[in-house]
């Protein structure tokens, strides 16, 4: 068992190795910062990032850092969860009280594959308090368990969930409904040519059950890459590319699907039911997106108290060289798509494998104050050092989006994720940060291990 951490925030050398030095923003022209146009505006951090450190992880490629970990954090009843591979590829589960800084950390007896990113440790703790536990997938057998009891770092065995298309898993993703039961999606087969299934776990039994074998259909063609959100009145939404080989650049368009019977049917932004499984022909797009775009693969999606949907992404419009943030969304106008344009550095997205990318994929947040909707979409960009940075926008239908560093040190190749349920309860953003060095197409780095902390910012 690894021994509990209790550091003094106060403490934390500002340049000490890996660990983040964080500081209090002050008002600047963004046109006097790199990567940023004069039309952004000025940039103010109205609240200091406050960070809190857990423990050293491996860090020689992004696997404790990918976007679609659900999650990397967790809050249930006042207590935080998180979980992450150490240096010799254990997977570690820690927990503390939210407002402290001290983890109980706990080395389980499970390895994971840390040198391929995609087999990443997704966690969530159901409405009896229970944690949830799925790791180390890439095309092969569930790797899942429970802990014995509500709030317990203890884990139990490796366990099924319906013994049925649990043999070809990967990008394995929990979520959790408002009645306290989880639902479990992954791939089921290989880029290219796979489906998305969709399990539901039941409190009162503590069963699984297969809700959905083939949702979204390849038809043998292709694969969905999706991401997906459940929103405060406990709509799921669902957005996805498709993609027709292992080949990044085969990525295209962007599709939507919701349900508000917990999964069982789903229906168009319109209200329209589907015929499952969804196809390509089938499908509603949000955006047209054409092949060889630069079109990046499971980014993230949010949606507001009225329960519209937003997606976050990055792909190049045809007439530039450079990709872009975008963010789609759905407004009572329909579907609308609005490009950030503050990036200056074009790159090229082709090959199989995890990539080395310039930027992250993004994650995005909105919340509602009247009629006014305002969103920070985090991200992390070579352009700015590669920092943690958030773009703010006040009002959605003005798009005067101001930039902000959250962090001074680089932290390499990360990607944000954060605590989902904590951002529900109390909107403040609680991201899990970690400098992690990603090489090109599954590569190994040779860094030593690197301080995983909590990054807490309440955007304004």
């Known amino acids: 068992m690894i021994n509990n951490i209790h550091t003094n925030l106060l403490r934390i050398p500002v340049v000490a190795t890996g660990i983040l030095a964080v500081q209090l923003l002050t008002t600047r022209p963004l046109s006097a910062q790199t990567g940023t146009t004069p039309q952004a505006a000025n940039t103010v951090a109205k609240q200091t990032p406050v960070l809190v450190p857990i423990a ?18 967790v809050t249930h009843d006042n207590w935080q969860y998180t979980a992450f591979y150490d240096a010799d590829g254990y997977v570690v589960l820690g927990k503390r009280q939210q407002g402290s800084i001290q983890w109980e950390l706990k080395r389980t007896p499970y390895k994971g594959n840390v040198n391929d990113a995609h087999n990443c440790i997704s966690l969530m703790v159901d409405g009896d308090g229970y944690l949830h536990l799925a790791w180390d997938h890439h ?3 569930l790797r899942y368990c429970r802990s014995k009891a509500p709030g317990s770092l203890e884990v139990t065995d490796k366990m099924r969930m319906t013994s049925e298309t649990e043999t070809s898993v990967t ?5 959790k409904l408002a009645n306290g039961n989880l639902l479990f999606f992954y791939r089921d087969g290989r880029s290219g040519q796979g489906n998305l299934v969709i399990n539901r776990y039941d409190l009162p039994t503590k069963t699984w059950t297969n809700v959905h074998k083939n949702l979204i259909d390849g038809e043998g063609q292709r694969n969905a890459y999706w991401q997906a959100c459940v929103d405060v009145r406990g709509t799921i939404h669902i957005s996805w590319v498709w993609r ?3 080949d990044v650049a085969s990525n295209h368009d962007m599709a939507y699907a919701r349900s508000t019977d ?4 789903w229906q168009n932004s319109k209200g329209e039911p589907y015929q499952l499984p969804i196809t390509a022909a089938t499908a509603e797009y ?3 997106i054409p092949h060889q775009s630069e079109l990046m693969n499971q980014t993230s999606m949010y949606a507001d108290e009225q329960g519209r949907p937003y997606i976050a992404t990055y792909w190049r419009e045809q007439d530039s060289k450079i990709p872009q943030y975008h963010l789609v969304y759905l407004d009572n106008r329909g579907w609308q798509v609005r ?15 995890t990539k080395r990318i310039p930027i992250s994929r993004p994650q995005i947040v909105v919340w509602n104050k009247g009629r006014t909707v305002s969103a920070a979409l985090l991200f992390r960009d070579a352009e700015r050092g590669n920092k943690v940075s958030a773009a703010l926008l006040s ?8 930039l902000t560093d959250l962090s001074t040190d680089t932290v390499g190749s990360w990607e944000p994720t954060y605590d989902t349920e904590y951002w529900k309860q109390q909107k403040t953003l609680q991201l899990f940060v970690q400098r992690v060095e990603q090489v090109d197409g599954e590569g190994k780095a040779s860094i030593p291990p690197q301080t995983i902390s909590v990054l807490e910012w309440r955007p304004n």
């Open 395 to 402: 009002n959605i239908r003005k798009a005067k989006w101001k």
């Open 56 to 73: 050293p992880g491996w860090a020689n490629n992004s696997i404790n850092t990918v976007i679609f970990r659900k999650n990397s954090l």
């Open 339 to 353: 490009n950030l344009a503050f990036r200056k550095t074009p790159f090229s997205l082709s090959g199989a494998g």
């Open 244 to 246: 027709e080989s292992p």
């Open 171 to 175: 990008y394995p993703e929990f979520y």
């Open 262 to 265: 917990g999964g069982i049917s």
């Open 286 to 288: 949000a955006c047209r």
């Open 139 to 141: 095309n092969n057998a």
